[in-house]
């Protein structure tokens, strides 16, 4: 039983580390996209809630624009995963 829980808690971490790369590689993709310039319009307001936690502290500590600090956090995500999937 304590073997299908964890195998449980890995998979929904999977899915959440999952998504949150999605999320991401869109947010870091958005800019550079066709489409509206004001950028008003071409995100939801809440999309800054997802990725704002992580990538505000890293910007303000290593002085880096939003970009590369998203892109950082993104291949944290992807070794998290990785380890996800070597733990299931």
């Known amino acids: 039983m304590l073997g299908f829980g964890i195998a ?3 998979h929904l ?3 959440v580390l999952g998504f949150y790369g999605f999320w991401l590689v869109w947010r870091v993709l958005l800019p550079v996209l066709p489409g509206p310039p004001q950028p008003d319009e071409r995100i939801a307001p809440f999309a800054g809630y997802f990725t704002d936690p992580l990538t505000a502290p890293l910007v303000g500590l290593l002085r880096l624009p939003p ?3 998203t892109l ?3 291949l ?3 070794a998290a995963l990785a ?3 070597r733990a299931g």
């Open 8 to 10: 449980v808690l890995v």
């Open 13 to 15: 971490g999977q899915i």
């Open 67 to 69: 970009w590369p600090a």
């Open 72 to 74: 950082i956090v993104l």
């Open 76 to 78: 944290a995500d992807a």
């Open 83 to 85: 380890a996800l999937a």
